[in-house]
């Protein structure tokens, strides 16, 4: 089956001439068997093209579709797989690796205390604003206490002294030990005045002033 239309035809005892070799050439065209007729044919000028239908898939060989070939902003998320719920695609290997699913844990207590997964926008603000992660009292209204969200407990006040040796207690506890006690007399300004404790526990302390006078004091524990 010939695949090129010659451009003119000969007989026999015909005369062969320059212009009638030259359109043998010059109007060839090629037949529709020169194609597959699935990814090419031949057009009304008798030249093969690539139809509108494209390159099938069979004809593309493995990887021969390189990253640079694809045009910038062409990979839709349309044509991205779907991802499961509450999942995001990123990289929690340690070191460079492919994208991958990647857990979203909406947990107010943070339970899982996983090192590889995304926390909602909605447990972050439920744990933070826990009470067992924000100070005890939550707003102020005269307490002696006030614990801070690690623990440490700080607790003032003010006492008054007879000017003799004298043991006053915290009215609640330190849970475990008072660390450090400071006071100054009230209204003074000279370091001579501080208040000086003789013993310190968690439940209070024994100070030994140098004259009677109300004392402001700030103790620290846990």
């Known amino acids: 089956m010939s695949i090129i239309n010659k451009g003119t035809a000969f007989s026999n005892g015909e005369q062969l001439t320059a212009d009638k070799l030259n359109d043998l050439i010059d109007l060839a065209t090629f037949d529709q ?5 699935a990814s090419t044919t031949v057009n009304t000028s008798g030249q093969i093209v690539v139809k509108d239908s494209g ?9 021969s579709v390189e990253t640079a070939k694809i045009k910038d902003a062409n990979v839709t998320k349309a044509k991205i797989e779907d991802v499961a719920d509450y999942k995001v695609l990123g990289n929690v290997s340690g070191a460079a690796a492919a994208p991958a699913e990647v857990d979203v844990l909406d947990e107010d207590d943070m339970i899982s205390d996983s090192a590889t997964a995304l926390a909602t926008q909605q447990s972050i603000k439920a744990y933070v604003d826990s009470s067992a992660q924000t100070f005890v009292p ?15 407990i700080m607790k003032f006040g003010t006492v008054t002294s007879n ?3 004298q043991s006053f207690t915290f009215a609640t506890a330190f849970p475990t030990a008072c660390l450090n006690l400071q006071g100054q007399r009230s209204g003074a300004s000279d370091d001579t005045v ?3 404790y003789t013993a310190l526990s968690s439940t209070g302390w024994t100070m030994n002033p140098i004259s009677a006078a109300t004392y402001s004091w700030t103790a620290f524990g846990y």
């Not at 068997?33 to 007729?37: H, M």
């Not at 390159?55 to 990887?63: E, G, H, I, N």
């Open 138 to 152: 939550a707003s102020y209204a005269g307490e002696e206490s006030v614990t801070f969200p690690n623990g440490l």
């Open 55 to 63: 390159v099938t898939t069979a004809k593309l060989a493995t990887d």
């Open 194 to 196: 501080n208040l000086s």
């Open 33 to 37: 068997s020169a194609t597959d007729s």
């Open 163 to 165: 000017g003799s040796v």
